[in-house]
């Protein structure tokens, strides 16, 4: 392998993730972590669970990237009445009219695309919520015993709304754990918000154009996971992993607060981010601060709260901050 070619083609598309950042931020204000965050689910070849209150730009920012990407976008709009086939698709019964011989025909759904919003996603009952499970993990859809490969780049972001409760079906711990991040959409900041005010109240308008396709995104996801990770930091993450269970865990914070910790895959999804986001700041080898910086939005979905901690107001984040305080 000629690694000085490799590295001018890394480059070369990271800088065009740069660029598709900068094209981003004709339409969204702010929110840059969460647009990094959901760029390196993306190259790390997972999917990303979005949660914020209404009105933040969840879906235009998933809309946004799908057209920066060059990719097929489509938007499922999740509600108490949706069915699995209206994600995968169904049988439908055809005629050959030269022959008049019938047969089925599989009609593909809108899960057949590149990037995938599911749109507040907890509105759907967990019969439907199911049928993403298998995409998610094996890239692929069976239907009627036949097993139809979902295209590359794949990627499914979903939203969901924290503070509105009724109506809504909380994602099962085997849905969530599907989520390589749970990325949290804050409020903009003052002079954010004042620049949205004037950016979307007025005739102008900024579309924006793809900057790179889904063949380089590919690339780029091939080229992750050639990122170099030291075994001082896979011992770290090792360690930030295993202390997170109670049953083996002799962290005080651990044994007070948490009924559950994760599991072997939340290592795995944090060095992927790790390489993902060392990969997009031009680096070919994995820091602790990379670690760090992701263990958030990879741990705080997979860490289940007791009782107690319920009961005092402490959330994931309070307990990943003092894991890492303590590894």
Known sequence: MDIEAVEKDVSVLVEKVK???????KVIVGQEDVVEQMLIAHLAGGHALLEGVPGLAKTLMVKSLASVIGSEFRRIQFTPDLMPSDIIGTEVLEEDHSTGHKFFKFNKGPIFSNIVLADEINRTPPKTQAALLEAMQEFSVSYAGKTYDLPKPFFILATQNPIEQSGTFPLPEAQLDRFLLYIKVQYPTEREELDILKMTTSKQSNPVEAQITGEEIVKLQA????????DEVLTYVNRLIRITRPDTSDAELVQQWLSWGAGPRAGQALILTAKARALLNNRYSVT?????AMAYPVLRHRLVLNFKAEAENKSTDDVIDGLLNLV
């Open 19 to 25: 660029a598709l950042r900068k094209e981003l931020s």
């Open 223 to 230: 080229y992750t996971r050639e990122v170099f990770i030291s």
């Open 288 to 292: 602790k601060e990379d670690i760090t």
